[in-house]
């Protein structure tokens, strides 16, 4: 309705300051997926309309205790694997989450959504954007671009990548994008204000150009036979990206991580990495950490596997060496604990027992805040 000619805008400032606002029975709601549209156009409007909003409600996606209340309201009962192994495919969209039949397995699931011909899921990436955007392909540009570097990609190296002709216009869209959900800023610890890079945020998108995308003749053509994603999620290459699925799955759950690990609420959250400049350097990554008031930093270590995880000998070593460059490059004394994220527990061993402070389990992350 809002379209550039339709003038809806103009009319809605007029009669919203001549006649409604000294009409207490009227009040307008408005309400959509083009998140980045309504914080334009109305809640940071310049013109009649500036200063007009008294409340804004942002509709957050599902954790994961939500959908997994939502399962349970529509009689499916999955266990905690099941359900974080759909969640990395559908992320917290309640759509996606209705789509769930009962008696399937989380694989089950995936197979009927995403790699049957008439899966309701298959077409949605193209759908998803069109709805949301005017022009939808240099977003979706953006989006491919960030999706290919799963440990982030930072906001020059991406307008210089995006090859889209204004930098300025490609930042505006990168926040349009961050405010619909589908990309997360971050600025990484030890970097201060410089330095923002993107994230992926959104499962489903995510899930779509690595999975589904590639095999989509095959889905089209109807070659794809039932069971096609039981089969393919057993390959180690699933493993792998469900290892990685499992970190973003964790910052969606900070809160509930910290107060599993009994840290200050006014610690800082944060990620690192360290690409070496030099010959014979070494790099590190850490996943996720906590900067806490009291002079310490918890290292949190996240593991995704299907059975208690072990540290052995040389995992140890990695980990020693991880804290030693992260000591070096940031320079300072602080205190620094190691914990550990897993999904079926941390099995004990010399090792764990001498480095490790606190462990957290899934079951963890399904609690309510």
Same mark, same amino acid.
């Given at each position: 309705?809002?379209?550039?000619?339709?003038?809806?805008?103009?009319?809605?400032?007029?009669?919203?300051?001549?006649?409604?606002?000294?009409?207490?029975?009227?009040?307008?709601?408005?309400?959509? @997926? +083009?998140?980045?549209? $309504?914080? %334009?156009?109305?809640?940071?409007?310049? =013109?009649? &309309?500036? #200063?007009?909003?008294? !409340?804004?409600?942002?509709?957050?996606?599902?954790?994961?205790?939500?959908?997994?209340?939502?399962?349970?309201?529509?009689?499916?009962?999955?266990?905690?694997?099941?359900?974080?192994?759909?969640?990395?495919?559908?992320?917290?969209?309640?759509?996606?989450?209705?789509?769930?039949?009962?008696?399937? @397995? +989380?694989?089950?699931? $995936?197979? %009927?959504?995403?790699?049957?011909?008439? =899966?309701? &899921?298959? #077409?949605?990436?193209? !759908?998803?954007?069109?709805?949301?955007?005017?022009?939808?392909?240099?977003?979706?540009?953006?989006?491919?671009?960030?999706?290919?570097?799963?440990?982030?990609?930072?906001?020059?190296?991406?307008?210089?990548?995006?090859?889209?002709?204004?930098?300025?216009?490609?930042?505006?869209?990168?926040?349009?994008?961050?405010?619909?959900?589908?990309?997360?800023?971050?600025?990484?610890?030890?970097?201060?204000?410089?330095?923002?890079?993107?994230?992926?945020?959104?499962?489903?998108?995510?899930?779509?150009?690595?999975?589904?995308?590639?095999?989509?003749?095959?889905?089209?053509?109807?070659?794809?036979?039932?069971?096609?994603?039981?089969?393919?999620?057993?390959?180690?290459?699933?493993?792998?990206?469900?290892?990685?699925?499992?970190?973003?799955?964790?910052?969606?759950?900070?809160?509930?991580?910290?107060?599993?690990?009994?840290?200050?609420?006014?610690?800082?959250?944060?990620?690192?990495?360290?690409?070496?400049?030099?010959?014979?350097?070494?790099?590190?990554?850490?996943?996720?950490?906590?900067?806490?008031?009291?002079?310490?930093?918890?290292?949190?270590?996240?593991?995704?596997?299907?059975?208690?995880?072990?540290?052995?000998?040389?995992?140890?070593?990695?980990?020693?060496?991880?804290?030693?460059?992260?000591?070096?490059?940031?320079?300072?004394?602080?205190?620094?604990?190691?914990?550990?994220?897993?999904?079926?527990?941390?099995?004990?061993?010399?090792?764990?027992?001498?480095?490790?402070?606190?462990?957290?389990?899934?079951?963890?992350?399904?609690?309510?805040?």
């Amino acid at each position: 309705m809002a379209t550039p000619r339709s003038k809806l805008i103009t009319i809605l400032e007029l009669y919203w300051n001549r006649y409604w606002v000294f009409d207490d029975r009227i009040k307008l709601i408005i309400c959509g @997926s +083009a998140t980045s549209w $309504i914080i %334009e156009n109305i809640i940071n409007n310049k =013109g009649g &309309l500036h #200063n007009r909003v008294t !409340r804004t409600l942002h509709l957050k996606p599902f954790l994961l205790h939500e959908a997994e209340s939502y399962l349970k309201s529509r009689k499916i009962r999955l266990n905690h694997r099941q359900i974080l192994d759909l969640y990395i495919v559908l992320g917290g969209v309640p759509l996606y989450w209705s789509y769930v039949r009962k008696g399937y @397995s +989380a694989q089950q699931s $995936i197979d %009927e959504l995403c790699f049957q011909s008439d =899966g309701p &899921l298959v #077409n949605e990436f193209g !759908r998803l954007f069109g709805s949301l955007f005017e022009e939808p392909k240099p977003y979706e540009d953006l989006i491919r671009l960030i999706a290919s570097h799963r440990y982030g990609i930072g906001q020059s190296e991406l307008i210089t990548k995006s090859k889209l002709p204004d930098g300025g216009t490609t930042v505006r869209r990168l926040h349009q994008l961050e405010e619909a959900g589908f990309v997360t800023s971050l600025i990484p610890y030890g970097r201060k204000d410089k330095g923002v890079y993107y994230l992926m945020d959104d499962e489903y998108c995510l899930f779509y150009l690595y999975w589904m995308e590639p095999n989509l003749k095959l889905i089209a053509k109807k070659s794809s036979n039932p069971g096609f994603w039981v089969s393919q999620s057993a390959r180690p290459a699933w493993k792998a990206w469900s290892g990685l699925s499992f970190e973003t799955v964790c910052y969606k759950h900070l809160e509930l991580i910290r107060q599993a690990l009994k840290i200050d609420p006014g610690s800082v959250a944060g990620t690192w990495r360290f690409i070496p400049r030099k010959d014979g350097e070494q790099g590190a990554q850490i996943d996720l950490l906590f900067d806490r008031p009291d002079g310490s930093i918890t290292i949190c270590e996240i593991k995704c596997s299907s059975s208690p995880f072990s540290i052995d000998k040389a995992y140890a070593a990695e980990l020693i060496r991880k804290m030693d460059i992260f000591r070096k490059q940031l320079r300072f004394e602080k205190q620094l604990f190691l914990a550990m994220i897993t999904t079926c527990g941390l099995k004990p061993t010399m090792y764990s027992e001498e480095l490790v402070t606190n462990e957290i389990s899934l079951e963890a992350l399904f609690k309510s805040t």
